[in-house]
């Protein structure tokens, strides 16, 4: 069993910054990926950024330049680092952990962006 512990959202005016934690309560070396996804109302969870094991990473299109995804393997912390937020990314954002076939999820963490 993995727990994840996500931290950092809030409210922010747009074209503001926020940086999303999430803690991973094993070594995060030994996941085989983690990946931010969020969710706003009324609509499906998406990818936003994914990080594989080996540190290789793939940002959402409609974020890519905006949104970085980093880990630091000491804490097993992951980031999500949002620049220049929008108002179309207000939502709940989640990470996961992946482990072969088997997939864990945190409570998710509230980001709203004002106009």
């Known amino acids: 069993q993995v727990q994840l512990v996500e931290s950092g959202g809030g409210l922010v005016q747009a074209g503001g910054s926020l940086t999303l934690s999430c803690v991973v309560s094993?070594?995060?070396?030994?996941?085989?990926?983690v990946a931010w996804y969020r969710q706003a109302p009324g609509r499906q969870r998406e990818l936003v950024a994914f990080?594989?094991?080996?540190?290789?990473?793939s940002i959402a299109g409609n974020v890519e330049g905006r949104f970085t995804i980093s880990r630091d393997n000491a804490k097993n912390t992951v980031f999500l680092q949002m620049n220049n937020l929008e108002p179309e990314d207000t939502a709940v954002y989640y990470c996961?952990?992946?482990?072969?076939?088997?997939?864990?999820w945190g409570q998710g963490t509230q980001v709203t962006v004002s106009s």
């Open positions: 996961k952990a992946v482990i072969i076939a088997d997939e864990y």
């Open positions: 990080m594989s094991s080996g540190g290789s990473t």
């Open positions: 094993r070594r995060i070396l030994s996941l085989d990926a």
